[in-house]
């Protein structure tokens, strides 16, 4: 096979599993217009229409879904052969996409981005911050970092942290003049800093729990956010009552500037989890990373 024909047929199967031109061509670091010329010298080549175009979108004609059924297994078969030879070297090298919510990049990735890099300065790492649940196979991500109440249960579980405890905190100035709340009722008196789940999604309601007994609280305020350091800002200005996890503002609490309640009703939870597929060998890169991070968790 030429390389133009590999060109193409890797084009065309980048398409199919994004979805999208625009998409692919992110991927495969070309513009949109050079990858709709590899595929329309594709569809010459091989005489018959692959994808179906929208001006958002594309999906494959029958004709399409037969070739990349193919192609799907000879391709993962080479990424696996690629993955083997880098095995071999001395130093792990190659490409390393992650997906992690905001709070665990803070927390677990900033503070070993450069001492990584300079590690293993052959691995090429992507990080994509993403609060949106993405499958990392769906995203052809290698590895992804979230709570373990939300892992599915088909990945492969590294846990990276102790588990966790929701936080109900306020500014001393906020509760000079106001009676601390002693159950989750009593939110209801206060204003509170209401978070909306990133991409337009619902309010979260305060879910609070003490022996057999859980309750969730819509609470009320006049500030709704969907960044947890926005949150914190606000909380520490006096705005009002913010909820969120217990490490987020513990700095905080121990300086004297927010003070903690309700902490017999914040129930506790699985922590950080890196999670990845499961496969017959992890990919050195990946191997690498995980040690690594385990070793300065």
């Known amino acids: 096979m030429r390389g133009t024909e590999f060109s193409e047929l890797k084009a065309f199967a980048a398409i199919v599993e994004e979805g999208s031109f625009v998409r692919a ?36 004609t029958a004709a399409g879904e037969t070739l990349f059924a193919r192609l799907a297994p000879a391709f993962s078969e080479l990424e696996g052969a690629v993955a ?120 979260y309601r305060w879910e609070f729990a003490r022996g057999r007994r859980a309750l969730e609280i819509a609470v009320n305020g006049g500030l709704t956010v969907n960044d947890t350091e926005l949150m914190i800002r606000a909380a520490l200005d006096g705005v009002g009552v913010a909820y969120m996890l217990d490490y987020q503002v513990r700095p905080w609490i121990e300086a004297g500037k927010l003070i903690r309640f309700l902490e017999a009703w914040s129930p506790r939870f699985p922590g950080f989890y890196l999670y990845h597929t499961s496969s017959r060998q992890v990919p050195p890169a990946l191997r690498a990373f995980i040690d690594f991070l385990l070793a300065r968790r």
Not at 111 to 128: C, E, K, N, S, W
Not at 155 to 168: G, I, R, W, Y
Request: charged content about 25%; overall charge positive; glycine content about 6%.
């Open 84 to 203: 083997d030879a880098h095995a071999s070297r001395d130093r792990p090298a190659g490409s390393l996409r992650i997906n992690i919510p905001r709070t665990a990049a803070m927390r677990f990735i900033a503070p070993i981005l450069g001492d990584f890099q300079r590690a293993y300065p052959d691995i090429a790492l992507t990080v994509i911050i993403d609060d949106m649940l993405t499958d990392i196979v769906e995203g052809r991500f290698d590895a992804g970092i979230r709570l373990g109440e939300r892992l599915e249960k088909d990945m492969v579980a590294v846990k990276l942290s102790e588990d966790l405890q929701m936080a109900a905190v306020a500014a001393p100035a906020y509760l000079e003049n106001r009676t601390i709340p002693r159950h989750p009722q009593e939110l209801h008196q206060h204003r509170c800093i209401n978070f909306q789940w990133p991409g337009g999604g619902n309010i």
């Open 25 to 60: 061509a992110a991927r495969l670091r070309i513009s949109p217009p050079a990858l709709s010329q590899t595929i329309r010298g594709l569809e010459e080549r091989v005489g018959v229409r692959l994808l179906n175009r929208t001006t958002r979108s594309a999906s494959p």
